[in-house]
């Protein structure tokens, strides 16, 4: 008899072909059906609201705010030295000054202080931080153009290029937003203005410049195109990175299917050694349209790795560095759609990822996510995810994972969001290994006037 690991672990392929396989009939389907239109999905990253009215164009909003998380075992091992656990409470203030369709001013700052932290066996104390989270200008120079300066959101809306939600970069923005086309150039960074106010850090030595373009068809599908060049000069490193790559997403079969493949390519140089490398992401969204509004997932996304680390040239791919890897199904929660437990970058590693999730009313949301994870090449690294363990090259099995996500949010009361992940990892990491499980809880009240 099989455990409810060992089934996870083995129909994780068998579920991702039965959602592909349902949503295939779905546009014939469609058509011989008339399908009430669906709720537009609620902008998970809207910026804080700013209720209370200081004059005829100030503005300003305040926000409670309570964070915790906890990460067992991220050293795939049962000792405590692999846990962490924090909690955060802290008060949101957003300032905006607007003059309607010409400029906005706009800045939010979280003041806010990790009361304890566990890392590893050692609890620790933090000082009290103000996080500066957006701070812009941006200026409408005619109907469908923007320009902005600051720290701020960018338009990718999976964030997969640019970071978006939690992490916003430093930026320069043009764009035009026309009745089919849109175009944005962008300049950005991680971290040119002072994360915490109190105690500025060095700033980063990055530069990112990008172009993207999309066209919307006659019906509502949208593809395009876009180049990312990436200068960085660390001490006693160099980095030259040109992105390029094209996508399209859309809503198709009378509203019953949203889709999305992102493809990319990357060239340059890391010191001495050459990089070619590739990735893409593909993924469908199959919703009923019925009051519950279920939706089914299923995706791949694919990171190419390197088959002869010795010849000289790095075909192990990099994501952009700015980016976050955060999208919502469907639901009112964005959450990391390559697992919130394991949370990798796409490098060197192929994802399948099934997915169901339902809306029991417009302000709530529940996603349970299933991920198998597979090394395009046998290698002893991976980068940038939760653990202190690293794969030993051995294998190509990194493991599967289950999240859990559900959220609440009324942005003139109360939100509630839940993030839980459980990652079961597989021969890559050799014998002795434990699963490791992160929980996170965000509760927060938007206060009115």
């Known amino acids: 008899m099989y455990t409810f690991r060992s089934l996870i672990q083995r129909r994780t392929a068998w579920v991702l072909a039965l959602v592909l396989a349902a949503i295939a009939p779905a546009e014939a389907i ?3 059906t008339a399908a009430t239109p669906p709720t537009p999905v609620r902008d998970a990253d809207a910026p804080p609201p700013t209720p209370f009215v200081l004059s005829e164009r100030w503005a300003m909003g305040l926000t409670a705010q309570l964070d915790a998380r906890a990460l067992k075992d991220a050293d795939l ?3 405590v030295a692999g846990d962490v656990a924090n909690i955060r409470p802290q008060m949101q203030f957003a300032f905006l000054y607007e003059v309607p369709n010409t400029f906005r001013f706009f800045s939010a700052t979280k003041i806010n202080r990790d009361l304890t932290i566990r890392d590893g066996t050692a609890p620790e104390h933090r000082e009290l931080l103000a996080d500066l989270d957006e701070l812009y200008v941006r200026w409408v120079p005619f109907e469908g153009g923007v320009v902005s300066a600051g720290r701020s959101r960018m338009n990718d809306p999976r ?5 978006s939600s939690d992490d916003k970069n430093d930026n320069i923005q043009l764009q035009y937003r026309g009745a089919r086309d849109f175009v944005q150039l962008v300049a950005a960074s991680r971290d040119l203005l002072p994360s915490n106010l109190f105690e500025p850090e060095d700033l980063h030595r990055s530069l990112n410049t990008a172009a993207t373009y999309e066209h919307t068809f006659d019906n509502g599908m949208r593809a395009g195109g876009y180049v990312l060049l990436q200068d960085r000069r660390d001490e006693g ?3 030259d990175r040109t992105y390029f790559g094209a996508r399209s997403r859309g809503t198709v079969a009378a509203g019953h299917i949203d889709y999305w493949t992102d493809t990319i390519v990357l060239r340059g140089t890391s010191g001495a ?7 893409f992401d593909l993924g469908v969204i199959y919703k009923f349209l019925d009051p519950l509004q ?3 997932v299923g995706s791949y996304a694919f990171g190419s790795g390197d088959r002869d680390p010795n010849d000289g040239v790095d075909r192990r791919f990099r994501q952009t560095g700015i980016q976050e890897n955060r999208f919502q199904y469907g639901g009112v929660s964005r959450f990391k759609y390559y697992g919130e437990s394991l949370n990798p970058e796409l490098s060197n590693v192929g994802i399948a990822t099934a997915a169901v999730g339902f809306k029991p009313d417009t302000l709530s949301s529940i996603d349970l996510v299933v991920h ?6 046998a290698a002893n690294g991976l980068i940038a995810s939760r653990l202190d363990r ?21 942005r003139t009361a109360v939100e509630f969001e839940f993030f839980g992940g459980w990652f079961m990892p597989g021969p890559a990491f050799g014998p002795n290994r434990t699963d490791s499980v992160y929980a996170m809880v965000k509760m927060k009240y938007n206060l009115r006037p």
């Open 390 to 410: 690293q794969p030993t090259g051995l294998s190509r099995n990194v493991g599967n994972a289950v999240d859990l996500v559900a959220g609440y949010r009324d």
């Open 159 to 163: 964030n997969w290029l640019f970071a």
């Open 77 to 79: 091992s049962s000792s």
């Open 273 to 279: 050694t050459l990089m070619r490398s590739y990735a």
């Open 372 to 377: 198998h994870y597979e090394l395009a090449q």
């Open 294 to 296: 279920f939706h089914l």
């Open 30 to 32: 469609a058509q011989a």
């Open 237 to 239: 490193d160099s980095l």
